[in-house]
C-alpha cells in the first residue's frame, strides 16, 4: 500500500502495526488546507432535524458543574465565557452530507465492519465534553479554529458520580497539543483525553465500532432463535410418585438437558448473523426512495449503461457465498458474488460489471433502486 499523507506519511499497514490499539499519534497537516464540509448554518440545521443525533454539552456554574441535553435544537446558545461554555454533538454526518461521507471513505483501509461514522462537534470558547475515554478507536480532526488536547495513558478510570457524561474524577494528562485546521490526533480505545477549544471551533471525530461481547451474545441468541428445531413435548410415562413435589426431578432435568444440548451453531450460523448485525442500519436512518421510480425495465436499461451506487445510508458486507445490505442477507452463485462484491468494495459499479448477473440479482438491485438503498450512477 501507498503512504497516505492522511496517516503523517506511513502506510496503512505501518499504522496498523505501530500504532492501532496501541499509541497516540498526532499528524500536522494530515489534510493540508483543510476547511470546514459543512459551515454553521448547515450544520446547526442537522442538529434540528428528527432523523439527526445531536447533543449539547454545557459546562455551567451550577452543581454538578456539566449537562446534557438530547436533540432536535430549534435553537441553540449564543456566545458564552468559559464558566458557561457549551459543545454541539453531530452524529452521523456522513449520511447526510457527501462531502463527509467522502472524507469517511478515506479511512477504508479499516474494513467496513468497524468504520462506524463522522460525528462533527462545534464548540464555543472553552467548549468541550470533560476528561474521558471512549470504548473504541477515534480520529480526531481539527476542521477550523484550535482545539487544545491533553492526553493520558491513565489508569485510574474513576468518574465524577452525578453527571450526565462520563467525565474522569482524577484526570492527569502526560501530553499536550494545539491542533490547527488539517492536523489529526489518532487515539487508542481507553485512552484518556480532554479537547478544550481556543475561541470557536470544529473538530471531526472519525469513530470505529467496538460492539460488546455481551451485547453480541444476546443479539446472536436472538439471531439462532428463529433456526431451532426442536421437534417434540416433554413426557414422563414412567413417573413414580413423589413425596417432594417442590422439588425439580433428577429426570426431568436430564431430558431437557439432553434435548437443548442438541443446540449447535456453525461458523456459517456466526457469519450470517455478523453480516446482518453489522449492517444493520441505526434507528435514526432515514432511506429516500426514487420520487418518480423508473419501471423494471427502464432500470435494467438505465443501469446497464449508467451502472448503480449505493446509497450513502447503505451498508453492505460479503461472506464467502453470502451477501449483506442494510440487515438482510442472501446467498449467491460465483459470477453473482463477484459483482455485488465489487459493489461492497467499491460502492459503485459500471454496467459492463452488471452484464452477467443473475435475474435474482436483477431483481434484488431493482428493489435496493426502489427503497432508495442504491442509485443509477453517472452517465
Known amino acids: 500500500m501507498k503512504k497516505l499523507p492522511l496517516l503523517g506519511g506511513i502506510t496503512p499497514a505501518v499504522f496498523l502495526r505501530d500504532y492501532w490499539h496501541k499509541k497516540p499519534l498526532v499528524i500536522r497537516q494530515a489534510i493540508a488546507g483543510f476547511t470546514p464540509l459543512l459551515d454553521t448554518k448547515t450544520l446547526f440545521a442537522l442538529a434540528a432535524r428528527e432523523d439527526v443525533e445531536s447533543r449539547l454539552v454545557s459546562r455551567t456554574t451550577k452543581k454538578p458543574g456539566w449537562a446534557m441535553q438530547h436533540g432536535p435544537f430549534n435553537s441553540l446558545p449564543g456566545p458564552a465565557p468559559k464558566s458557561a461554555a457549551w459543545t454541539l454533538l453531530v452524529q452521523g454526518a456522513n449520511l447526510h452530507d457527501a462531502a463527509a461521507d467522502a472524507l469517511l471513505r478515506q479511512f477504508r483501509f479499516i ?11 462545534y464548540a ?3 467548549g468541550g465534553v470533560g476528561p474521558h475515554v471512549d470504548s473504541y478507536d477515534v480520529f ?38 494545539v491542533l490547527d485546521p488539517g492536523d489529526m490526533l489518532y487515539l487508542p480505545p481507553h485512552y484518556a483525553h480532554d479537547g478544550v477549544a481556543i475561541g470557536e471551533c470544529m473538530t471531526y471525530s472519525i469513530g470505529f465500532r467496538a460492539p460488546a461481547y455481551q451485547e453480541l451474545g444476546e443479539a ?62 441505526k434507528a435514526s436512518v432515514v432511506f429516500s426512495p426514487p420520487t418518480r421510480a423508473l419501471s423494471a425495465v427502464r432500470f435494467a436499461q438505465s443501469a446497464a449503461r449508467r451502472g448503480v451506487a449505493l446509497a450513502r445510508k447503505t451498508q453492505m458486507l460479503y461472506r464467502g457465498a453470502h451477501v449483506f445490505i442494510n440487515g438482510e442477507s442472501f446467498g449467491v452463485n460465483r459470477p453473482d458474488r463477484t459483482s455485488l462484491a465489487a459493489l461492497a468494495d467499491e460502492r459503485a459499479i459500471n454496467g459492463a460489471s452488471l452484464a452477467g448477473v443473475s435475474e435474482d440479482v436483477r431483481e434484488a438491485l431493482y428493489l435496493w433502486y426502489c427503497d432508495g438503498w442504491l442509485s443509477l450512477g453517472p452517465v
Open 111 to 121: 474494513p467496513d465492519t468497524r468504520l462506524d461514522d463522522l460525528m462533527i462537534s
Open 124 to 126: 464555543v470558547e472553552g
Open 140 to 177: 480526531l480532526l481539527q476542521a477550523h479554529g484550535q482545539r487544545r488536547w491533553r492526553i493520558g495513558a491513565q489508569r485510574d478510570l474513576t468518574l465524577v458520580e452525578g453527571l450526565p457524561l462520563k467525565v474522569l474524577r482524577n484526570f492527569v494528562p502526560e501530553q499536550e497539543f
Open 220 to 281: 446472536f441468541l436472538q439471531f439462532m432463535g428463529d433456526t431451532i428445531d426442536l421437534p417434540g413435548r416433554y413426557a414422563d410415562p414412567d413417573l413414580k410418585p413423589t413425596s417432594h413435589p417442590a422439588q425439580i426431578d433428577g429426570a426431568m432435568l436430564a431430558q431437557i438437558a439432553e434435548q437443548l444440548q442438541k443446540v449447535r451453531f456453525t461458523d456459517d450460523d456466526i457469519a450470517i448473523f455478523l453480516g446482518e448485525y453489522l449492517s444493520e442500519p
